[in-house]
């Protein structure tokens, strides 16, 4: 199908792109990769009556790595992000989700802000950023607010962004310790079946710290605070695994569609989150 009409705007400064979100109000919408957003219009379900191009800001597309931590810009691809070596060896968690995201194509143009924006339960990178504890930082007319990922998504397609507000960056701490992404999927280039993100740390042979966020698994990403909390201070043995993925159970609300059931997705949830986990510690 083609969209509806549009007019189509290429801001070269920040402050001119948040000027016409405010002057066309609900009619307008950002465009990063368009990878998610031109299909929406293709098939009609969104109808965008003022597109604004961001990829003139070459300001967005920045990745600046220091002792504090990791800042992305918004406008970074997801082929940048595994291009990059010193990201590679600063979270190396971020490679290895990039990777399982669609196919080299899409990965060639997709941001990493157009995913964690989107507000798609089945994007990859919400629910890292919030197993990494990311900070995201969104500009308006009123100035810059910084929003936690934990905070960020409220149902599908609804998020804490204001219509006129521009996600402009991605910040977190450099994490320590163990990691993994795990995610299981039909076929190469297709969204999860169920993906989980793990990080730990290890001290004297236990779980010193751990964070742990599920992906396509509810109408949001779901950061499993209980999961977490099952790992710490034990050894990582079965028993431990075992209580981690009975809470990480009680926190998604995984629905039937093309990808299964209920049932096979929260088992599928329960096979991954282990996996991951027993991937992440052996890395601690
Ligand atoms: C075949 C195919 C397979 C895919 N498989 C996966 C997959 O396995 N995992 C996965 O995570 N994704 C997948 N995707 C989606 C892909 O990663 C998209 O590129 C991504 O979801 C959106 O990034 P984008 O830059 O293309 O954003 P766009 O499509 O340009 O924008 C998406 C939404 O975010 C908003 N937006 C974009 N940037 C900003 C910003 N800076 N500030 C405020 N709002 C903004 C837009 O207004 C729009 O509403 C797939 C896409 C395709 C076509």
Redesign the pocket.
């Known amino acids: 199908m083609i969209s509806s009409a549009f007019e189509y705007h290429r801001p070269v400064d920040l402050a001119s792109a948040v000027g016409l979100l405010v002057q066309h109000g609900g009619d307008a919408?950002?465009?990063?990769?368009?990878?998610?957003?031109?299909?929406m219009m293709k098939l009609r379900m969104a109808d965008v009556p003022h597109l604004v191009d961001?990829q003139a800001l070459t300001d967005?597309k920045e990745i600046t790595i220091s002792t504090s931590g990791v800042t992305i810009g918004?406008?970074v691809t997801?082929a940048d992000l595994i291009a990059h070596d010193g990201l590679a060896k600063a979270a190396p968690i971020l490679r290895e989700a990039a990777l399982?995201?669609?196919?080299p194509q899409?990965?060639n143009?997709?941001?990493v802000?157009?995913?964690v924006?989107?507000g798609?339960p089945?994007?990859?990178?919400p629910g890292l950023m919030q197993c990494l504890c990311a900070t995201f930082r969104l500009v308006g007319p009123g100035g810059a607010r910084d929003v936690a990922a934990r905070d960020f998504y409220h149902s599908v397609y609804v998020t804490e962004?204001k219509d006129d507000?521009?996600?402009?960056t991605i910040s977190f701490a450099t994490p320590t310790g163990g990691y993994a992404y795990e995610k299981q999927?039909r076929k190469i280039?297709?969204?999860?079946t169920a993906a989980a993100a793990v990080l730990l740390t290890r001290s004297g042979g236990k779980v010193a710290t751990a964070s742990i966020a599920m992906t396509n698994l509810s109408d949001r990403p779901i950061w499993s605070q209980g999961a977490a909390a099952a790992l710490l201070g034990s050894e990582c043995g079965k028993d431990a695994v075992a209580a981690a993925v009975a809470a990480m159970l009680g926190d998604i609300d995984p629905q039937q569609d093309n990808r299964g059931p209920i049932e096979f997705k929260r088992h599928v949830a329960g096979v991954i989150l282990a996996r991951a986990i027993a991937r992440a510690w052996s890395r601690a």
Do not use: C, F, W
């Open positions: 919408r950002v465009i990063a990769g368009g990878h998610s957003l031109i299909p961001l967005l918004a406008m997801q399982q995201i669609a196919d899409v990965r143009v997709g941001t802000g157009g995913n924006a989107n798609d089945g994007n990859d990178m962004r507000e521009i996600l402009t999927k280039g297709d969204y999860a």
